[in-house]
């Protein structure tokens, strides 16, 4: 992914979830109109991994939408400037102990 702007691997990662979730949502309503033949506790277990699969789904494409809305919202030095102190931080693996 080198090479890529913030913004188009934004752009990336929204596409991905929304397409994430639009296959989960898909593979859900396929397997509701014609359930496959096991038992009822297995498919009861299979539903509810499957509605948990489309929550998840659901914050992680809610998140990135709100972190896309930050990054627009915020001026693109200052966001830099962000980027590189957290960079720092993290390089470093500990706080400035010198204050």
Known sequence: MSGQSEAEMMREALERARRLLREL??????????????????????????NNAIASARRMLQALTEAEQIRQELPQERLCDDQTDQQAEADSGIEDESE
């Open 25 to 50: 949502e898909t593979q859900r309503d396929e397997v509701q109109a014609s359930p496959p033949d096991i038992p009822p506790e297995q498919l009861a277990l299979g539903r509810m991994a499957m």
